[in-house]
């Protein structure tokens, strides 16, 4: 029996970490007779660059409302005959958080099922869940780093909705043999984190070293990601804003204490989504650790960065490197000049809204 591992993310569970390992370790791979297809994006992968993953011409054959057996039947046999060029592996691995693209149907994914079934091919999808409130905030923080986005987590939250279609879609095609796990739960209990616990599911022995677990595409504490989402709106060239996004994560520490959610944005979410987290949280294909997509936060001033004076450094930084930038041109000054104070002020407005607890502080940015 041969076996097809699809990882399908979801979104924000440290997919472009696994892709990056996978990509830069894939003649350790190939030892374990597991193979990961080369794909165009190797290049950032292997850079410790978020890309799109090696699933992604799958993904978009996948999404294509027309797609026959046949079409599908010539891609997997491919799939496996270059498996074979390289080793005598048996087991092949696609990542790709499009897989998890809403556009990807249940007919789409019966039809890949019944083809690989053909081929004697067991196929294993392996999704990691978060919390919904962690997934709003770094679905909101992404795109505010990489897409220029520019209103505030309130506006954001109004259009968000959790892909529990896609979660329900996967589980009723491949029932068993879909993996589901707690992103929190394995980055919080596994030894080797959640690199060492994907090998685990791929029956990779790779040891991992320090550079294995390096983070990719790293979160930005609240404050930073205000800042960018200020800058967008001062900057009137989108690649210039996401190129600033691409140096704020580089420059700036991975943001890692809890976040705090404002009362109201927490029953927003409550209530809208409440029986559909019941059911992921009881789902009992969870295969590791309770979900708790919806308990409620503690209030912990400790563990949110209220450094003012690191921020403030830290934002003076960004702000010289920007101004000192080739690119500094596509920058409107006067009103560079007035977001650059703006963004100064802004760590005082936020320090001291936290420590009166005036309506519990947003995670993202209500000054």
Request: glycine share 4%; charged share 20%.
């Amino acid at each position: 029996m041969n076996f097809l591992f699809l990882h399908i993310g979801l979104g924000k569970t440290g997919t472009s970490a696994i892709q990056s390992f996978l990509a830069i370790n894939r003649s350790k791979l190939l030892e374990d007779s597991i193979y990961y297809p080369f794909s165009e994006k190797d290049v950032a992968a292997v850079d410790y660059k978020p890309t799109g993953g090696n699933g992604l011409e799958l993904a978009q054959m996948l999404m294509n409302s027309n797609l026959t057996e046949d079409v599908c039947l010539s891609f997997i046999s491919q799939l496996f005959r270059d498996a074979e060029k390289f080793s005598n592996s048996l087991k092949v691995c696609l990542s790709a958080e499009k897989l998890a693209n809403p556009n990807v149907t249940k007919k789409s994914l019966s039809l890949l099922k019944n083809v690989c079934s053909k081929l004697s091919i067991e196929i294993r999808v392996i999704c990691y869940l978060r919390n919904v409130f962690d997934h709003a905030w770094a679905t909101y923080e992404q795109q505010v780093k990489r897409t220029g986005r520019t209103n505030m987590f309130d506006d954001f939250i109004d259009s968000y909705g959790y892909p529990f279609d896609v979660i329900g879609n996967y589980s009723a095609i491949f029932q068993t043999n879909i993996m589901f796990f707690s992103y929190e739960h394995v980055c919080l209990v596994e030894k080797n984190g959640l690199i060492g616990h994907f090998l685990g599911l791929i029956s990779s022995d790779i040891f991992l070293g320090p550079d294995d677990l390096r983070i990719v595409n790293k979160s930005l504490s609240p404050e930073c990601i205000d800042l960018k989402r200020l800058i967008n709106l001062c900057v009137d060239n989108l690649e210039f804003a996401k190129i600033i996004g691409s140096e704020m994560s580089e420059f700036f520490r991975p943001f890692t204490d809890k976040m705090w959610v404002r009362e109201d944005l927490y029953n927003v979410i409550q209530q809208r989504h409440y029986a559909q987290l019941q059911d992921v949280e009881d789902h009992e294909l969870v295969r590791l650790g309770r979900l708790s997509m919806h308990t409620d936060y503690r209030w912990v001033i400790d563990s949110i960065l209220l450094d003012q004076t690191a921020f403030k450094e830290s934002v003076n930084q960004v702000v010289a490197d920007i101004e000192h930038s080739s690119l500094s041109g596509v920058l409107s000054r006067p009103r560079f000049s007035i977001v650059k104070q703006s963004i100064l002020d802004l760590s005082t407005t936020w320090k001291s809204d936290v420590l009166s607890g005036n309506s519990l502080t947003c995670i993202a940015s209500i000054y």
